[in-house]
């Protein structure tokens, strides 16, 4: 990030170098115009782009990681457990033979850190 900012310097010291030797009348001629569209392009690229490219190479990795018996988040919010899993479609067994076939990229996340909750929301109901 540091190296992108003093690029961005340079670019804007260089230009406005060379804008000054060549007076007022070529100031607006060559790159100093399209200086601020680039610094708006890195600025965007590192504040939205990559972290999005990032977020969905992880949930690609997940989803090729999944396998029969992983409880699993939905996109619309049902919780369910795989029961089989094809290269489109997972089917999710969400009550004790109640299934439901989706489109595998509709898995949201694992949700057996879910499942730890509610064990101990079921503990702290039991003693009270």
Known sequence: MNRFF???????????????????GGARDGVTPLIPLVIIFGIFYFLIIRPQ???????????TELKRGDMVVTASGIIG?????????????????????????????NANSLKEESGVKDAVLKKT
């Open 53 to 63: 490219q990032k977020k969905a190479k992880l949930h690609q990795q997940f989803l």
């Open 6 to 24: 003093s690029l961005v310097l340079v670019a804007i010291t260089t230009s406005s170098v060379a804008s000054a030797e060549a007076g007022m």
């Open 81 to 109: 457990t795989i029961k089989n899993l094809s290269e489109r479609f997972v089917t999710l067994e969400v009550d004790n033979g109640v299934c439901m076939k989706i489109v595998r990229n509709q898995v949201l996340e």
